[in-house]
């Protein structure tokens, strides 16, 4: 591992050189899914958590289904970049298959801290369960798999006495990173400004687990040694710690196309993210 070459392998669009072209679609397709979900009256968009203008959370509802479960969707970008309305179509699975899906938006790095980022993200949930009285799955892709696994390992009463302790029981993390230690090697940490114990304090590998939780880490087959790596680590370890965990590779796909299958109501991953979303008790 002292031979690791750590900027090489947390440098996800270095690896896809067709990053760009990805984003472009990306926007194109969430830019239509809001337009469509909108005319249907299945949108609320721009709802306000917080009091900067990224605290935001647009929600995408199904067809037909007041009472439909809910899941809520963290965008990555290293805790740096980004923007929630990339990822609108992500949703479109999901709210085939009767999930409510919200779309959170967060303060970036180095503007704030990735702890304070954990905490608007806390927000975004007590919101929600404020305003639809449900309990909710999140889901997460790179940066906001690890926010999703933050959320899955959080002890609600500790935090809002009013919050139900299974506020977020269940969680699934794409491309997630749950040891920020590593981080301290490559050049991002000029904006993410950690430090080996600040590290240590965001990296949900390392925090204790309430009990009964769920949680599943993917990732792509074409991801670097170390992307594999933390998702694989991440469920061990919590499988050790009493979670139910699973593990898998994503065949043929990379750090950015493994979010592909989330658009597709017939793929497997939208399949698993629905049935965790089911299963969280209202």
Known sequence: MADLDYEAEYNAR??????????????????IYRADALKEGR??????????PRQTVDLFLPQGSAAAPLALFVHGGYWRSLDPSLFSHTARGLNARGIAVAVAGYDLCPIV?????????????VFLWQRRGQPMLVYGHSAGGHLAA????????????KAPTD???AGYAISG???????????????LK???????????????????????????????SEFRRQSRELAEAWKQNGAQTRFAEIAATNHFTVLDGLT????????RVAELARGIKP
């Open 43 to 52: 949108a609320e968009l721009g709802l306000a958590y917080g009091d900067t």
């Open 113 to 125: 801290t990735i702890a304070d980022i954990i905490e608007q993200i806390r927000r975004v949930c």
């Open 194 to 224: 950690l430090d080996g114990e600040l590290a240590r304090r965001v990296s949900p590998q390392f925090w204790p687990l309430p009990s009964g939780r769920v949680f599943d880490t993917v990732v792509g087959a074409l991801e670097s």
């Open 167 to 169: 506020l977020v029981a």
């Open 177 to 191: 990173l749950f040891d920020l230690v590593p981080l301290l090697k490559t050049s991002m940490n000029q904006d």
């Open 150 to 161: 933050c959320m899955v390992a959080t002890d609600w009463p500790s935090l809002y006495p």
């Open 14 to 31: 270095a690896r896809v050189p067709e990053y760009e072209e990805i984003f472009l679609r990306w926007a194109g397709d969430a830019e």
């Open 264 to 271: 597709d109501p017939q793929s497997a991953m939208t399949a």
